[in-house]
C-alpha cells in the first residue's frame, strides 16, 4: 500500500512538472518581477495626503465594456502611432511619451493630454507626441497606460524615430509609493504596477541612446539609480523619501506638472533650465502652503545636455500654450496648483 501512494505521489508530481515545462501552469519567475494590481480600495502604501478619491461605483456608461477596452488595445495603439508627423530629417528630433497611470483622479489625465499640446504645437515640427492614460473619458479614443502598451509603445517609437540621434521623452504622472513603484490603475482592469527596476529594465532592452526621463509622483527620486546613465536626463517631482503635492480631483494639475510642464516650458525650451525654474516655484508653494519639501531631484548623464541643445538649434518656438484641462478639478482651483 505504501509502494503505491508513493507511485501515484511521484506521477502526480511528474504530470506538474510536465505541465510546468509546457507552459500550462504558470511559473513563478515569469511574474515575479511584476506587482500585483492594487485592490478596489486605496493602496496601503499611499499617503494620506496624496490618497486617490474611491473609484466610481460604474463603469462609464457610455463607454466600451471592460472586455471589449482590453480587446481594442492593439488597434488603439496602433493608429496612435500612425498618427505621429513624419520625422524631420537632417537634425535631432524628440518624441514624447506621455503616461498617465491612475484612472481615479482627472489629474494625471490632464497633464498628459496637456504635455501633448504643449509639444506639439508650441516646439515645432521636430516634437512628436503619443499619449498613453487611464482616464474614464478616454477609454474609445486613446490606448490605456499599462506595462504592456508601454513596452508597445516604446518599440513603435524606436521604429519611427532615429535612435541613435533623436530623443525620447518618458514623462510619467500617477501615484508613486515608498517602495518606488508608480501606480497603475483603471479599476475594474486588473493592471500590473510599475517599480523602478522595472522601468530601468523596460529602457535598458531598447535601443535609445538619448533619453529624458520625468516621473511626477511621490518618492520619485527613487527612480534615479535604476534609470540614470550616459545619454539621460532625469528629473523627478521629489526625492526618494519625500512626497510631492497637487494631486486630487480637487486639483487640476500637480505642483510638478503645473511648475514644469505649463509654467517654465513656456518660457524655455531647455528643460535643465525649466527645471530650475519649476523647483523654484514648487519650493515657494510648500512654503506658503507649510508642506514638507519635496525636493525635485535631477541627474544629468554624459552627453544628453549637449543633445538637447542640438534639437533646441533652429528651433521656432510656437505661442505659449495655455493650460486648458480637458477635465475641471472638482473644486476651484487656488492661485497655485
Known amino acids: 500500500m505504501r509502494a503505491s501512494l508513493i507511485a501515484l505521489l511521484a506521477f502526480a508530481a511528474g504530470v506538474l512538472v510536465m505541465l510546468l515545462v509546457q507552459g500550462w501552469l504558470p511559473h513563478p519567475a515569469a511574474q515575479a518581477s511584476r506587482v500585483p494590481p492594487p485592490a478596489h480600495s486605496a493602496p496601503a502604501w499611499l499617503d494620506d495626503a496624496e490618497a486617490p478619491a474611491p473609484p466610481q461605483d460604474d463603469w462609464p456608461e457610455q463607454a466600451p465594456t471592460p472586455e471589449q477596452v482590453l480587446y ?71 490606448p490605456l497606460a499599462t506595462w504592456s502598451n508601454l513596452e508597445s509603445a516604446l518599440d513603435g517609437l524606436a521604429d519611427a524615430m532615429d535612435p541613435q540621434q533623436d530623443i525620447l521623452l518618458l514623462y510619467l504622472t500617477t501615484h508613486g509609493s515608498e517602495d518606488h513603484t508608480l501606480l497603475v490603475d483603471m479599476d475594474p482592469l486588473p493592471l500590473d504596477q510599475i517599480g523602478a527596476q522595472d522601468l530601468g529594465a523596460i529602457l535598458a532592452a531598447r535601443p535609445f541612446k538619448w533619453k529624458v526621463m520625468v516621473v511626477n509622483a511621490c518618492y520619485s527620486g527613487g ?16 526625492r526618494s523619501d519625500r512626497s510631492s503635492f497637487g494631486c486630487g480631483n480637487d486639483s487640476a494639475a500637480t505642483y510638478f506638472g503645473r511648475a514644469w510642464l505649463v509654467d517654465a516650458l513656456n518660457r524655455t525650451p531647455d528643460f535643465i533650465a525649466a527645471f530650475a525654474q519649476a523647483k523654484g516655484e514648487i519650493a515657494k508653494w510648500e512654503r506658503q502652503d507649510r508642506l514638507l519639501p519635496s525636493e525635485p531631484q535631477m541627474a544629468v548623464g554624459k552627453g544628453i545636455a549637449a543633445q538637447l541643445a542640438r534639437w533646441r538649434d533652429g528651433l521656432e518656438l510656437g505661442p505659449t500654450v495655455p493650460f486648458q484641462p480637458a477635465t475641471q478639478p472638482q473644486a476651484a482651483m487656488a492661485a497655485h496648483p
Open 72 to 142: 481594442t488595445q492593439p488597434k488603439l495603439l496602433d493608429t496612435a502611432l500612425a498618427k505621429l508627423r513624419p520625422r524631420i530629417p537632417g537634425k535631432p528630433n524628440l518624441y514624447l511619451l506621455a503616461f498617465a497611470g491612475d484612472g481615479t483622479e482627472a489629474v494625471f489625465h490632464n497633464e498628459a493630454e496637456y504635455a501633448a499640446r504643449l509639444f506639439t504645437r508650441h516646439f515645432g515640427p521636430t516634437a512628436h507626441a503619443l499619449v498613453l492614460e487611464n482616464s474614464p473619458d478616454t477609454l474609445s479614443t486613446r
Open 223 to 238: 527612480f534615479i539609480p535604476p534609470l540614470q546613465g550616459d545619454g539621460t536626463l532625469v528629473l523627478t517631482a521629489a
